[in-house]
Every structure is written in structure tokens, then in C-alpha cells.
């Protein structure tokens, strides 16, 4: 049921872009994105939900592919402010109120 | 300021003996969540609750209970704990609709 994130971890020098994604084998009603700094609380980022509609940062981007129950994050020209542990929460369709989330994906971002 | 908050942020105890982790959100918001986070397995929700009084099991909820008396607080109980209980707890509340989630600042728990 845990969503499947990958890849596990991504090295980039500042200004690369970076794809993270997540699946699920459950038909999905919204995906979450979050970020985690080391030693800190995860910080939401953007949701996604089924049909279209999407709410989160200006300065990152997301896909859902409702059919394929998959879920991708773009993170463009990266800044080293970007590294972090990055992790999906996906929501099912039967909105049976509970986010689960994946294992996580680091990014660490080199000058 | 719109926060969650948790206490202790840190603490250190010994088998069997009970403890609570208090948990607090002043942003008036019905859904509170419990989640644990250990290396290599992420966040793994406890419990959740959907409103005062109505409290539901998450995915990994033995050997924990939780009450919602009030609105705004949410408690974490461990009546024995147990060392597979170490870990990084996190409270979370989350907003109607677009269910974006509010974390507290955790609490790192090490049961010896």
C-alpha cells in the first residue's frame, strides 16, 4: 500500500534539474509532495488532486497521471536550498481519510 | 503564528514505563495525525482523528493510544513502552479540503 518512490537518492550540482517520482498500486484521489531538511519537520509542498486541480509552490511543478496512479516532481535549475528528503503521500480513491507515505527520496545538491 | 506544537521535543526513557507526548495546534483544524518516522521506512501514520471525540488506527498503531478531548490537542499515550518504540515522532493537523498537513517540530523518543 506504501507508495514506491524513486529514485532512492539523487547527487546534482546546482542548476541541474531533478525528476522525482511515486507510484501507487491503489487508485488515487491526490498525491502530496513534502520536504524534509535534515533535523526538521517535513514541509508541505503541493498537492495534486484527481481531475486536475493542484495547489502548491510557484517554483515547483508536478504531474498526475490518475490512470497510471503515478505521480511526478520537477524540480528545475536547482539551488542548493532544494536538498533534502523529499516524500509523496498519496490519498486512495475510496477517501478513506489517511495519507500514506513512501519511503522518501534525498537529494543532495552540490555548489 | 500558525504552528503545531510538541513536547517533550526530546526524551529518554526506560521499558515499561508510561509516558505521553503532548501535541497542540492553534489553527482550529478538525483532523490531527500521529506519525512515526524510522531510517529507511518514512513516515508511517499511528493514529488520526477526524474531530473531537473521534479518534481511528493508522497503519502502525500497537502499543499506542491517543484521546481528543479538545479540539486543538491531540496527546500521544505509550502505556509500556518498549524499545521497538525508539523513534522520531511527528504531530500533524491539516486543513479542510485540501488536506495540506501542518507538522510539529517531532519529538526523538529512545526507550532503553
Redesign the interface.
Same mark, same amino acid.
Given at each position: 500500500q506504501q507508495p514506491v518512490q524513486s529514485p532512492q537518492a539523487v547527487i546534482l550540482r546546482e542548476g541541474e534539474d531533478a525528476v522525482i517520482n511515486c507510484s501507487s498500486s491503489k487508485a488515487l484521489y491526490s498525491v502530496h509532495w513534502y520536504r524534509q531538511k535534515h533535523g526538521e519537520a517535513p514541509v508541505f509542498l503541493m498537492i495534486l488532486l484527481k481531475g486536475g486541480e493542484q495547489k502548491g509552490h510557484e517554483k515547483i511543478s508536478a504531474s498526475f497521471n490518475e490512470k497510471k496512479q503515478q505521480s511526478s516532481l520537477y524540480l528545475t535549475a536547482s539551488q542548493l536550498s532544494y536538498s533534502g528528503t523529499y516524500f509523496c503521500g498519496t490519498e486512495s480513491l475510496n477517501r478513506d481519510d489517511k495519507i500514506i507515505f513512501g519511503k522518501g527520496t534525498r537529494l543532495h545538491i552540490l555548489p | 503564528e500558525a504552528q503545531v506544537t510538541q513536547n517533550p521535543r526530546y526524551l529518554i526513557t526506560v521499558t515499561g514505563k508510561k509516558l505521553t507526548v503532548t501535541c497542540s495546534q492553534n489553527m482550529n483544524h478538525e483532523?490531527m495525525?500521529w506519525?512515526r518516522q524510522d531510517p529507511?521506512?518514512?513516515?508511517?501514520?499511528i493514529y &488520526?482523528s477526524?474531530n473531537v471525540e473521534v479518534t481511528d488506527k493508522?497503519?502502525v498503531p500497537e502499543g499506542y493510544k491517543v484521546s481528543r478531548k479538545e479540539k486543538r490537542n491531540f496527546p500521544l499515550i505509550l502505556e509500556s513502552p518498549s524499545p521497538n518504540q525508539t523513534s522520531l515522532y511527528?504531530c500533524a493537523s491539516r486543513t479542510p479540503i &485540501?488536506?495540506?498537513?501542518?507538522?510539529?517540530?517531532?519529538t526523538r523518543l529512545t526507550v532503553l
Amino acid at each position: 500500500q506504501q507508495p514506491v518512490q524513486s529514485p532512492q537518492a539523487v547527487i546534482l550540482r546546482e542548476g541541474e534539474d531533478a525528476v522525482i517520482n511515486c507510484s501507487s498500486s491503489k487508485a488515487l484521489y491526490s498525491v502530496h509532495w513534502y520536504r524534509q531538511k535534515h533535523g526538521e519537520a517535513p514541509v508541505f509542498l503541493m498537492i495534486l488532486l484527481k481531475g486536475g486541480e493542484q495547489k502548491g509552490h510557484e517554483k515547483i511543478s508536478a504531474s498526475f497521471n490518475e490512470k497510471k496512479q503515478q505521480s511526478s516532481l520537477y524540480l528545475t535549475a536547482s539551488q542548493l536550498s532544494y536538498s533534502g528528503t523529499y516524500f509523496c503521500g498519496t490519498e486512495s480513491l475510496n477517501r478513506d481519510d489517511k495519507i500514506i507515505f513512501g519511503k522518501g527520496t534525498r537529494l543532495h545538491i552540490l555548489p | 503564528e500558525a504552528q503545531v506544537t510538541q513536547n517533550p521535543r526530546y526524551l529518554i526513557t526506560v521499558t515499561g514505563k508510561k509516558l505521553t507526548v503532548t501535541c497542540s495546534q492553534n489553527m482550529n483544524h478538525e483532523y490531527m495525525s500521529w506519525y512515526r518516522q524510522d531510517p529507511g521506512l518514512g513516515l508511517r501514520q499511528i493514529y &488520526y482523528s477526524m474531530n473531537v471525540e473521534v479518534t481511528d488506527k493508522g497503519d502502525v498503531p500497537e502499543g499506542y493510544k491517543v484521546s481528543r478531548k479538545e479540539k486543538r490537542n491531540f496527546p500521544l499515550i505509550l502505556e509500556s513502552p518498549s524499545p521497538n518504540q525508539t523513534s522520531l515522532y511527528f504531530c500533524a493537523s491539516r486543513t479542510p479540503i &485540501y488536506n495540506e498537513q501542518f507538522f510539529g517540530p517531532g519529538t526523538r523518543l529512545t526507550v532503553l
